[in-house]
């Protein structure tokens, strides 16, 4: 879960992490008041889960409040679109209105985890303001990666490496300790999967701020985070995949028109990788889960159908604990269901098998039913959409 | 032979008295797995499927019974605990089935694991089988498997089966299929895998199936091209999935080049694998390797 910069900066700075003033506006009256509290010169920040808010007219500088109140005006309601975010945007509810910040020098940090390690890492570059991958490409000696042993926590050896790795001034050695710190007991304690503070900024008057910052949540901690869930905003995420979400099913829309229902990510990547090879193009991918019953299999399908660019079916079906006869009565019921039925190619296997292929060929549906990967590829692809 | 389990394999299942974890040992049961015991706090002094008796404790169980594998079917927020409980209790192989354990829990989990003998697969994992021994540990469907000599190890669980039955229809059977599981962080990696079947005397070949995210493939490449000398065919799926999607499985986003389906079987064929094309040839690609 992703939280927006303006959540981000203050969960941090409830750890102690340094942020730059600001206030959180969701109108054009707002964004000038908080113009005005800050001493007029302002930063006016539209708030959105993507990256490269900069380069799409994202982030503009306001002389005084009465611009900022402008600035806010032309964001707020409308989409931006940022090489993140892909062509349909991201739509603005708010502006994040922060003090302006001289800054001395631009660096980078954050802390993840890595599953090759299987510990906490913190990532830090002397080369901040960049796409941290593109400069781990270019300039991979340009990028320190530090290791926490969770059992003992960041030690200050640790943040003296870093420090020394960022080029830091020694002055500045127990500040950048004091927030490094600040943001693993944040990491830890909010089950976060990312914190991204870039920049990390050094002020002309030597001191060092956060000057944005993304904090992502890991999705499967959220029932000990209530607080935190609360901080979700759905109107980041494509509509379909926050239905799915709530109906226990993983979705992600595609832009092609082979609908497809799988169970099992893997299995689903697979089915994609074959109707892609095949020469179709899938319009989703879909797991409905290991336990899924006849209602979730329906709902899954008319959840899928709902995406109007899905001009055919692709069902695959590898029963296990999940049984074919209920997987067909669930497929029977949603094409029931819809407003619409689009060419149907089912393939199942394992569990109840015979019966659940003669549930579908007794339900009066047009459905071609197969037996292998190969031939639903094919099946699938002979369909003129 | 096989791997990790055999025919002395006792297995204690964690929450055996919950709709999935009864449903689940008593079809391990059904295939042949020595069920020696069920753990559910609570619950200590009843028995279950025919005759299995429940413990309070792992520790009392494994006193009991003398388990040596422990099946975990606990809700997430339990998970970790019953992963540490059975360890405590010196269970050699934990298998962790349940979904969506938090990635902080799997960390501190794994650290504490550092230095003690039990192995964990998963979280998050369909677990493990093998057919020679008639030991199931996990929740695939037993009646695709056949015993044999191909090792199969695998990120995915329905893709996994998918393998197991191209295979087997083939007539190519099967020492031990590992399911590693799809979270980020996880106990057993591929090259764990892969380091036992290559001891292992009864597997002559080995089917290696990745995914697009992380990098335990290209590790697996690089212990293949070092240690292995048995035959290896390797299928990454999510070749055509976008940059940058969550595809379920947690670990499954591609966030550098290293994560890239190209780059994966780029550095398994350099490892000599035998590249398995699309997910319909994986039968026939292993036929053809075998000879």
New interface residues.
């Given amino acids: 879960m992703k939280l927006h910069e303006y959540q981000a900066k203050e969960l941090l700075a409830g750890y102690g992490v340094p942020v730059p003033q600001g206030h959180v506006a969701s109108s054009a009256a707002e964004a000038t008041a908080a113009a005005d509290k800050l001493g007029g010169r302002a930063v006016v920040k539209a708030q959105v889960h993507a990256g490269g808010r900069g380069k799409a007219g994202g982030v503009k500088v306001a002389a005084d409040p009465a611009e900022a109140g402008t600035f806010a005006d032309a964001m707020i309601g409308t989409t931006l679109i940022t090489f993140q975010t892909g062509p349909e945007g991201a739509p603005i509810h708010q502006v994040l209105v922060e003090q302006t910040v001289d800054v001395e020098r631009e660096l980078y940090f954050s802390i993840t985890t890595d599953g090759g390690r299987r510990l906490p890492v913190i990532i830090a570059s002397a080369e901040g303001g960049m796409e941290i991958e593109e400069v781990a490409r270019t300039q991979p000696d340009r990028v320190l990666t530090e290791p926490i042993d969770p059992a003992i926590g960041l030690q200050p050896f640790q943040g003296r490496r870093i420090a020394s790795a960022l080029g830091l001034p020694a002055e500045l050695g127990r500040p950048f300790m004091a927030l490094a710190e600040a943001c693993y007991k944040a990491y830890m304690a909010e089950d976060s999967s990312m914190i991204e503070i870039n920049p990390l900024v050094v002020t002309q008057d030597g001191n060092l701020l956060a000057l944005d910052a993304k904090v992502s949540i890991d999705d499967d901690s959220l029932f000990r985070h209530k607080a935190g869930a609360a901080l979700r905003d759905t109107s980041q995420e494509e509509p379909l995949e926050v239905a799915a979400s709530e109906a226990g099913i993983a979705y992600v829309k595609l832009d092609g028109n082979v609908g497809c229902m799988v169970n099992g990510a893997g299995l689903a990547m697979a089915t994609m990788d074959i109707v892609k090879f095949a020469g179709g193009a899938p319009a989703n991918f879909l797991d409905v889960g290991g336990g899924a019953d006849e209602g979730k299999i329906s709902e899954a399908i008319l959840l899928m159908l709902s995406d109007q660019g899905v001009e055919k079916v692709l069902v695959n079906i590898f029963g296990g604990i999940l049984r074919c006869d209920i997987a067909a009565r669930g497929i029977v019921d949603a094409y029931g269901k819809a407003d619409r039925t689009p060419p149907l190619v089912v393939r199942m296997l394992g569990t109840n098998v015979d019966e659940g292929k003669q549930i579908l060929a007794d339900s009066g549906l047009t459905i071609t039913q197969v037996d292998t990967l190969q031939e639903a590829a094919n099946a699938i692809s002979e369909i003129k959409a | 032979m096989s791997i990790f389990v055999n025919e002395n394999t006792r297995l204690l299942v964690q929450g055996i008295t919950g709709r ?1 974890g009864s ?2 040992a008593e079809r391990c049961q059904v295939y042949g797995t020595n069920l020696v015991a069920g753990v559910t706090p609570g619950k200590g002094g009843e028995s279950v499927l025919g005759g299995v008796p429940v413990f309070d404790s792992v520790r009392d169980a494994v006193d009991a019974t003398h388990a040596n594998v422990a099946l975990i079917f606990v809700p ?2 339990f998970a970790a605990d019953a992963i540490l409980e059975s360890a405590d209790a010196g269970v050699p192989l934990v298998v962790c089935i349940t ?6 829990d ?3 989990v ?2 504490y694991l550092e230095g003690k003998s039990t192995r964990l697969l998963g979280p998050n994992c369909p677990g493990l089988i093998s057919p020679g021994a008639k030991a199931k540990i996990g ?3 037993g009646n ?1 498997h056949m015993a044999g000599h191909t090792g199969v190890v ?9 393998a197991v ?1 191209q295979l087997t229809k083939l007539g190519i059977g099967q020492s031990t299929c590992v399911g590693i599981g ?1 979270d ?3 106990g057993t990696v591929f090259v764990d895998v892969l380091k036992a079947f290559n001891e292992d005397p009864d597997t002559e070949s080995i089917v290696l ?1 990745g ?2 995210g ?3 493939e290209q ?1 697996a490449a690089a212990y293949i091209k070092e240690h292995v000398r048995k035959p290896v065919a390797s299928l990454i ?6 940059p ?9 986003v591609i ?3 290293a994560a890239l389906a190209s780059e994966k079987m780029r550095a398994l064929e350099d490892a000599g694998c035998h590249v398995i094309p ?3 040839d994986i039968g026939s690609t292993v036929k053809a390797m075998l000879g």
Wanted: aromatic share 4%; proline share 11%; hydrophobic share 25%.
């Fill in positions: 999935e449903f689940h997430p927020p979904e969506g354990v938090p990635v902080r799997s960390t501190y794994l650290r929740i695939m469907p695709i695998s990120r995915s669980g329905t893709l996994t089966y998918e039955d799809g980020p962080v996880s199936i995914e697009i992380g990098t335990k590790e799926v999510g070749q055509t999935a976008p940058g999607r969550r595809m379920g499985h947690a670990g499954a966030t550098g080049t699309t997910p319909a």
